[in-house]
């Protein structure tokens, strides 16, 4: 009898073995009786809510590591029984027979490197998305964790732990909109210093706490600039991903997983204002519409449109939306966020019978248009038979946690590993080197990895890395 298989109850309930940790040591196992122990990589930020998420789902954090003193000071601080260091290597040497799992929250360029060598090592892994910077690293982090298959592999697209991608997959397999055709996507925030470059010709000094050499890692060094680092790396190209590369794994999540999505066939990049690559090549543009043509799991073509930053003035409103729900470009505004029920961005996904909206993760604020919501559809006994089993948790963002803290005692497998979550990456990332061929349709082959009429924007699908990190 598996293992996975004895643990799971029909109440959902757990009933766990007692074995002392000795017997499976080196397994990629841990004893279902006892603690799961996690060293964190990042404690400041982002990071701070995965470790908090972590502990309450029963982890012991047992070691903390930040090149950011000032940052982190807050999470040292709460767990001060862990100790505290600023190279992570340090830290999984000293620490390693004490260490199960770790958690990467650190900036994107970092988590391929930290992966890999993780993977390498033993430990099960959750990473903060995306799951990498570049295509290609990617790969390497699909490679090391097909090599160590006994691992749990975790990507923070948290909402596909959540209630609500399940009522989606279900309403649409149920056939309650038709046929899904195409989807709409829309995410307002723009990632962009393109109007403050000549800042970078200056001499600034490092940010007191900051070890930024360490920050930089395995990319090319540069003089230090305050908008760099403590989230504003987003905005540059060779340490972030654009908001295409920031929130396609919450907000492409329930079509990849309803419809079964890989690579696209092709990729098109439309810039809106005057983004030059040779002249603002280092940040990213002040909107981008990114057009995905598919081949759904049940061979039929699908189209999803992406919209960020000023692009979503261009966002089409579906025939029959409700007129005090037509606030666009839907901006992250308060009056934004009132008129349509706290969403700031979100999806349309249209059906030959009707169009689904909803929210910015895990499928949230779900609704069948014009204002057939979840709830009502409960009330009239319209909702689909529940095919899927839900993540246990009090809350959507406990579900997560308990999710991998269970997968890693030998329970159910988590929903969105590095195989999923990596392909969803993946695309992603040829949307943002497809902003180096601007305007261009262009071809992907799934076998070279590459785009067959594509010239800067295979450039970019390789990102280059310093030996010796």
Known sequence: MKRRDFIRTAGGVALFNVLPRNLIAGSGET???????????????????????????????????????????????????????????????????????????????????????????????????????????????????????????????????????????????????????????????????????????????????VDWNQWQGPVPH??????????????????????????????MDPLFWTLGLGMPKTVKAEIVGNWDPKIHGVTFPKGVKTTFEYVTRDGKPFKLVWFDGEACKDVPVPTGYRDDMKYFPPYNTKEGRDKRDGMCNGAFVYGTKGVIEYGHHGANYLRMLPDLTLEKLRQEGGCPKQKYARVPGKSPDTKPYNEFIAAVKGGPKVGSDFEYAGAMTQCSLTGVAALFDAGKTLQWDPVKHLFTNGTASNGMLRQERLQGW
């Not at 001060?80 to 900036?107: C, N, S, W």
């Not at 680092?229 to 905005?235: D, E, V």
Request: charged share 25%.
């Open 222 to 251: 540069r003089p230090f600039y305050p908008k760099y680092i403590r989230g504003a790396w987003r905005f540059w190209t060779m340490y972030g991903t654009n908001t295409l590369g920031d929130w396609s794994c919450h907000l």
């Open 31 to 209: 004893p279902p009786s006892e603690t799961v122990r996690v060293a964190a990589i990042g404690a400041g930020g982002r990071a701070g809510a995965d470790i908090n998420g972590l502990a309450n789902a029963g982890a012991k954090i047992v070691g903390l590591c930040d090149v950011d003193e000032d940052r982190s000071a807050g999470m040292r601080k709460k767990y001060g029984k862990a100790p505290f260091f600023t190279h992570y290597r340090e830290m999984l040497d000293k620490l390693d027979k004490q260490i199960d799992a770790v958690m990467i929250g650190v900036p994107d360029h970092w988590h391929a490197t930290m992966a890999v060598e993780c993977l390498k090592r033993g430990k099960h892994i959750q990473c903060e998305k995306p799951l990498a910077q570049s295509y290609h690293e990617m790969d390497e982090m699909l490679d090391a964790a097909k090599a160590n298959p006994k691992l749990v592999t975790q990507a923070m697209n948290q909402g596909h732990a959540y209630d609500t991608i399940r009522d989606f997959r279900e309403w649409v397999e149920a056939g309650l909109i038709g046929d899904v055709t195409e989807a709409h996507i829309w995410c307002p925030a723009k990632y962009t210093f393109m109007d403050q470059l000549d800042e970078l010709k200056k001499a600034w000094e490092v940010t007191k706490g």
